[in-house]
Nanobody
Framework: QVQLVESGGGSVQAGGSLRLSCAVS????????MGWFRQSPGKEREGVAA???????AYADSVKGRFIISKDNAKSILYLQMNSLNSEDTAMYSC?????????????????WGQGTQVTVSS
């Protein structure tokens, strides 16, 4: 089992930055890959970024060059640094974990989920 708790969401103006954090606890082997997903009202959940235990990363095209996923293994925290935010980034952001290693941005390939943290970008 893995427990995930997000924080760091809030309101920011377009062009600004936010850093999301996801505190992780539970079995280490169950979080070989971790990811950030987002969902806004009326839209399907979208994979934003993923990272695996070897620190390989993957990003959605919509956030490449603006978002950075990273993790602090000693603190068991997953991060998402979000820069150059725009209104299209407004969504509920959730972190997720899975025992498998391969990098994917498919929500159905992640077993454990946090509750989410809201990000609102105003223009």
């Amino acid at each position: 089992q893995v427990q995930l708790v997000e924080s760091g969401g809030g309101s920011v103006q377009a062009g600004g930055s936010l850093r999301l954090s996801c505190a992780v606890s539970g079995n280490t082997y169950s979080r070989n890959r971790m990811g950030w997903f987002r969902q806004s009202p009326g839209k399907e959940r979208e994979g934003v970024a993923a990272i695996n235990s070897d620190d390989y990363t993957a990003y959605a095209d919509s956030v490449k060059g603006r978002f950075i996923i990273s993790k602090d293994n000693a603190k068991s925290i997953l991060y998402l640094q979000m820069n150059s935010l725009n209104s299209e980034d407004t969504a509920m952001y959730s972190c997720a974990a899975d025992p498998r290693w391969s990098l994917v941005l498919d929500e159905f390939e992640f077993q454990y989920w946090g509750q989410g943290t809201q990000v609102t970008v105003s223009s």
